[in-house]
Antibody, heavy 121, light 107 residues
Framework: EVQLLESGGGLVQAGGSLRLSCAASRFTFGNYAMGWVRQAPGKGLEWVSSISGDGDDTYYGESVKGRFTTSRDNFKNTLFLQLNSLRAEDTAVYYC??????????????WGQGTLVTVSS | SYDLTQPPSVSVSPGQTARITCSGDALSKQFGHWYQQKPGQAPVLVIY???ERPSGIPERFSGSSSGTTVTLTISGAQAEDEADYYCQSLDNSGTYLFGTGTRVTVL
């Protein structure tokens, strides 16, 4: 069974930075695109970013473009999300999720358990 | 703002059928996918490509599509199906869209 385990969340001041990690196991990590989706407290799901299996192609939602960077290490089976210039509205649980294909994600399955990022203003 | 619209809530009696709609222009060109999220848990894919069911998802979950609307149907709803449900698709610029979410109550 695929496993995804996020880490790196925590409390940070507005304007600060964090780096989230997602450790993947039990599948051939480099063969799949991956994504990040967040959920603010009591709110719905919002796509943040996606990355192709080889890491060459990255995509970002408008609200994080220019501030967040997604990357991956296929030797260590780990996905990363670098969060810079954080704002209060970035407070959310951040989920990593496995895509269905190599170059592009169409749907997300499965998802990790999430890591909470809290930005204080 | 959201480009996929869902009803905020749906109520269903145990054993009856619940239908959740998701509407948006993107759905006329792209597939719709559905996720179930129970309180405090990560979302779980229940339907992909409008009507395909992942392995391990009960047969009572089904999906359909017509025009700019996709529908998730829970036939013979059970108490364990109480959850939030989200649709998801892509717009023509490659941006991922999630629906507004629907709270399903089984009572």
């Amino acid at each position: 069974e695929v496993q995804l385990l996020e880490s790196g969340g925590g409390l940070v001041q507005a304007g600060g930075s964090l780096r989230l990690s997602c450790a993947a196991s039990r599948f051939t990590f480099g063969n799949y695109a991956m994504g990040w989706v967040r959920q603010a407290p009591g709110k719905g799901l919002e796509w943040v970013s996606s990355i192709s299996g080889d890491g060459d192609d990255t995509y970002y939602g408008e609200s994080v473009k220019g501030r967040f960077t997604t990357s991956r290490d296929n030797f260590k089976n780990t996905l990363f999300l670098q969060l810079n210039s954080l704002r209060a509205e970035d407070t959310a649980v951040y989920y990593c999720a496995k895509g269905d294909g190599y170059k592009f994600v169409e749907w997300f399955d499965p998802w990790g358990q999430g890591t909470l990022v809290t930005v204080s203003s | 703002s959201y480009d996929l619209t869902q009803p905020p809530s749906v109520s269903v009696s145990p054993g009856q059928t619940a239908r959740i709609t998701c509407s948006g222009d993107a759905l006329s060109k792209q597939f719709g996918h559905w996720y179930q999220q129970k309180p405090g848990q990560a979302p779980v894919l229940v339907i992909y490509k409008d009507s395909e069911r992942p392995s391990g998802i009960p047969e009572r979950f089904s999906g359909s599509s017509s025009g700019t609307t996709v529908t998730l149907t829970i036939s013979g709803a059970q108490a364990e199906d109480e959850a939030d449900y989200y649709c998801q698709s892509l717009d023509n610029s490659g941006t991922y869209l999630f629906g507004t979410g629907t709270r399903v109550t089984v009572l």
